[in-house]
């Protein structure tokens, strides 16, 4: 991520000089105009006017100034026929040239205005920029605020506190990487969360992601808070499930990179003209043009989607759709055909044998693009309900056995150790009893949460089944895994849940077994389950380390 | 499995794009890249440099992207080395006019620093596939 952020400060270093230089070359094509006017247009002179208007419109997006490729262009559009033509331009073509030659020097002079506003866009789909795990919270609640501090510090995020609007201020004046919690309401103004990020946000790029904490829930205030560019408004007391989703959200590193769309066209200029379009906008994509080879890159390449042109010579795209969907491991993709067909029953019939959508060409990119993105979304949510736990988003009790067996196989293969954790949570039923079945999610929903932050990323967490959970450790040993699970559940006793308006807390139990000791997937999990129960029968709230010999 | 990218030589008499273009590639591609002010000088330095792939701006002064690719094609060494195109975005009808040319493919301009050298890779891995 570091050569990232070099090659962000070199663009933007290269941004600078271009629009530094942006004024000459504007006034060098006003010279190039009047020269042709006195030489009576001619050729040299205009072929000479047209390719420096031409290398300004491809030019100008490439650093960041998309207004000045376009204005450029319509110059250039304008400009072609003629020099093509070889006429002298009459007195309207003059004029229509000037005019154009006027809008482009029009964008120069706003962006001079404008200062440094206008910068390399550094945040494309599909490239993974670093993620900013710093909160700043800024409240005069001076409770509220260490409490925060406190609470967010065991998901993992770094934060910093400030009570006056004036000490954070400055602060951002040195520059800023993060996100803001900001209160709204200041002894000073009633409004003054809103004022300062208002003023704050001013001239920036990027906005400040700003999530507000508020006493009010007014929709005035809601309105302001959304004019000054926040991404959140949270009511107080805060509750911290949502505080913590969100900046979960905003932390996220998922990007549209992954995204592979496969395309099925006999045309290869039309198939590599779509392909061009995905690509630009950050997906990966592999064309074939023969459809009876669509196989190998299929089980190779493993798109999340299929492109498929209806009518192909030596196969239909019905007929391929219908292959397709005779594999059962291929169940799960979305086929898309793309065709001229506009005949609705046509377009039914084809979807009928296991396409999924139909696109009509000609298609615009932008289009072709979104497209592709929403589907492909929403049929890896699809899949992702196959194996995941609806309310806590980890892997299900059959998909965590599955993948316990191919963990224990790979460490086997490397020699490497591993272990199986049960996690229970206390006196759960008590929660739900006493607050309602909401409260009770909600605190699943943390235990998940701290689990997956706290928790490499190789290791695997899934839901057991009610306030049950279970984490295979990779490449740990027991000793470890008693170390590493021992932290977290202190961390989630100290964790404060809310129920209406009353705090709350509550501890978990877990036991832990070893493959050194356990070699067999049912007896890791079974002295995983009985180290559980003589935790939970020692008093609660500890981790226990199912002994060797219990085998 | 497609040989791997590594030398690619860019054709392209606009020093800014060519600064961007160098960034974009070494950085993000990871190539070694060598950049050629006009096509006289592409085919003069070709033959030394020996790349992989050659990217030709299309207008250029004195001679153009079109030009300088027939003039390549008449070098053995380089009558096989696949190029790419890039000019002002085009329709389907004038890509295909210039992969007849010789091209395998065309980037538009002007194109994004962050994605071009993915661009490139992409249709590296095509041709090679």
């Given at each position: 991520m570091a050569e990232l952020a070099d090659l962000q400060a070199k663009l933007k270093l290269l941004s600078d000089d271009y629009v530094a230089k942006l004024p000459a070359k504007l006034e060098q094509l006003v010279q190039m105009r009047d020269g042709l006017v006195q030489s009576g247009w001619d050729v040299e002179g205009f072929e000479n006017f047209h390719r420096s208007v031409h290398s300004l419109s491809g030019s100008g997006k490439t650093f960041g100034f998309a207004d000045v490729s376009v204005a450029a262009r319509n110059l250039e559009n304008y400009l072609k026929p003629l020099l093509q033509a070889k006429v002298q331009p009459d007195q309207e073509q003059r004029e229509q040239i000037d005019r154009l030659l006027n809008e482009l020097k029009g964008l120069n002079s706003v962006r001079e205005k404008a200062?440094?506003?206008?910068?390399?866009?550094?945040?494309?789909?599909?490239v993974a920029v670093s993620v900013p795990r710093r909160i700043y919270v800024v409240d005069d609640d001076r409770e509220l605020a260490a409490e925060l501090k406190v609470q967010l510090s065991y998901f993992g995020y770094q934060v910093s506190v400030f009570h006056t609007l004036d000490s954070f201020r400055l602060v951002m004046q040195q520059g800023f990487d993060g996100i803001v919690l900001m209160d709204i309401n200041f002894p000073e103004d009633s409004l003054g969360g809103v004022h300062l990020i208002s003023e704050l946000q001013q001239g920036r790029t990027a906005p400040i992601p700003v999530i507000f904490l508020s006493s009010h829930d007014a929709i005035e205030i809601r309105l302001e808070a959304v004019r000054a560019g926040c991404v959140a408004y949270l009511k107080k007391p805060v509750n911290l499930g949502v505080l913590i989703d969100k900046l979960d959200e905003l932390t996220s590193?998922?990007?549209?990179?992954a995204y592979r769309v496969l395309i099925v066209d006999d045309e290869p200029e039309l198939a590599n003209f779509y392909a061009g379009s995905l690509e630009q906008a950050g997906l990966s994509v592999r064309v074939v043009?023969?459809?009876?080879?669509?196989m190998k890159p299929l089980l190779?390449?493993?798109?999340d989607l299929v492109l498929i042109d209806m009518y192909m010579p030596s196969c239909s795209g019905m007929e391929l759709a219908k292959v397709l969907r005779q594999i059962d491991t291929l169940i799960g993709i979305p086929i898309v055909f793309l065709s001229s067909e506009t005949n609705m029953d046509k377009q039914l019939a084809a979807i009928g044998l296991g396409g999924d959508d139909f696109l009509t060409k000609p298609i615009e990119p932008q289009h072709l693009v979104s497209a592709v993105i929403s589907r492909v979304k929403r049929s890896l949510i699809l899949r992702s309900f196959m194996v995941r736990d609806?309310?806590?988003?980890l892997l299900n009790h059959t998909a965590i056995k599955n993948q316990l067996d191919h963990e224990m196989a790979r460490a086997r293969r490397q020699s490497k150790p591993l272990t199986f954790a049960m996690v229970d949570i206390d006196h759960f039923k008590n929660v739900n009893d006493s607050y309602g079945h909401p409260v009770g999610d909600r605190v699943i929903k943390s235990l998940s949460r701290l689990l997956k932050q706290r928790l490499r990323e190789n290791d695997v967490v899934g839901r057991y089944g009610g306030e049950e959970f279970a984490v295979i450790l990779v490449d740990a040993d027991g000793e470890t895994a008693v170390r590493v699970m021992d932290d977290i559940r202190k961390d989630f006793a100290k964790l404060l849940h809310l129920a209406e308006d009353k705090e709350f807390s509550v501890s978990f139990s877990c036991g832990i077994a070893d493959i050194a000791h356990f070699s067999e997937a049912s007896k890791l999990t079974d002295a995983a389950d009985r180290a559980l129960y003589q935790a939970k029968h020692s008093g609660r709230n500890q981790v226990r380390l199912a002994d060797a010999k219990s085998d | 499995m497609a040989e791997a990218l590594t030398r690619v030589l860019y054709t392209e008499d606009e020093p800014d794009i060519q600064a961007v273009a160098r960034l974009a590639l070494e950085m993000l591609g990871g190539f070694t890249v060598e950049i050629c002010n006009s096509g006289a000088e592409a085919l003069e330095r070709a033959p030394d440099f020996n790349p992989q792939l050659i990217l030709l701006d299309?207008?250029?002064?004195?001679?153009?992207g079109p030009t300088t690719l027939a003039r390549l094609r008449e070098l053995p060494q380089f009558a096989n080395t696949p190029v790419i195109f890039m000019t002002a975005k085009v329709q389907p009808a004038e890509v295909a006019g210039y992969k007849k040319l010789g091209a395998i493919d065309v980037i538009p301009k002007p194109f994004d620093p962050m994605t071009l050298a993915g661009q490139v890779s992409a249709i590296w891995e095509r041709s090679h596939g």
């Open positions: 200062d440094d506003t206008v910068m390399v866009d550094v945040s494309p789909v599909g590193t998922q990007n549209a990179a043009n023969d459809p009876l080879q669509i190779e390449f493993s798109p609806s309310l806590t988003g | 299309v207008m250029m002064p004195g001679m153009d």
